[in-house]
């Protein structure tokens, strides 16, 4: 299917945007002029919401997540007894409740590399695979470096088994041997706060959307292109907002 009117009615995004005119609210009140399978496809970017909102749960924190498949009552209860859900995200929490109850860096990249995995299983979309298979080879390099930081070996914290994998494991190079190829490598062991290696990231998968999604400006990639990029928006905007009413409320002394 082709999607003249929704890819033409879209806006152009920039990663420095700080106004979003179309966002993911508006892309869900076209989803009845969406097949449901190419539907599907969207909700398997804005499960990630949900992962992202997990994290934040196990780790204490406040989630606040817009625009998730499931609420965060019900990823409470979820964690308290895991019973409904996808079943990656079911078997993750089991696992976590089995164990220590420590949810750092290592858990969270094993709850990550879970979704990775579901998405890759579930897509029909030739480009979320290429991208989602993507985004966890670049999450797997920023764990590597960590581990490397703090005197670990990479291969305690790296998820699946590809080629990358199997680089940063076994290369004793400072950029793993993959700075020649992907000069953003240099970038992320440069970058000297986590913040700035997050740009940097949210940079390399901005770029990665545009260079991936084809030539054709009304294929459903256009339309799933969009949905990524504004959902880095969203969740860009809202740290920035919370990291904002943070600082508010440290000068107040709160």
Not at 44 to 51: E, P, Q, R, T
Not at 188 to 213: C, F, K, M, V, Y
Request: aromatic share 12%.
């Amino acid at each position: 299917m082709r999607y003249y009117f929704l890819a033409g009615y879209l806006p152009e995004l920039h990663i420095d945007d700080r106004k979003i005119r179309v966002g993911i609210t508006e892309l869900k009140g076209e989803q009845y002029y969406i097949p449901s399978d190419d539907w599907r496809e969207v909700e398997l970017i804005l499960l990630g919401n949900d992962v992202f909102m997990i994290e934040k749960l196990l780790s204490g924190k406040t989630a606040s997540v817009e625009h998730s498949v499931y609420e965060a009552e019900f990823w409470r209860e979820q964690i308290k007894n895991p019973q409904e859900g996808p079943e990656f995200i079911l078997n993750f929490l089991r696992e976590f409740k089995a164990g220590d109850g420590n949810f750092g860096p290592r858990e969270a990249d094993r709850l990550y590399g879970a979704y990775y995995d579901y998405v890759s299983a579930e897509s029909r979309s030739v480009f979320l695979r290429q991208y989602f298979g993507f985004d966890r080879n670049l999450r797997n390099v920023l764990a590597a470096i960590r581990a490397r930081q703090k005197g670990f070996s990479p291969s305690d914290v790296t998820v699946g088994e590809d080629e990358w994998v199997e680089t940063l494991r076994g290369s004793s190079a400072e950029d793993f041997g993959l700075g020649r190829e992907y000069p953003w490598v240099e970038q992320l062991l440069a970058a000297d706060h986590p913040l700035r290696r997050q740009e940097i990231i949210g940079q390399i998968l901005w770029n990665l959307t545009d260079e991936i999604s084809g030539d054709d400006p009304f294929h459903f990639n256009s339309v799933l292109s969009y949905a990524l990029k504004v959902q880095m928006l969203e969740k860009r905007l809202s740290l920035s907002e919370e990291e904002g009413m943070a600082k508010v409320r440290r000068l107040e002394g709160r």
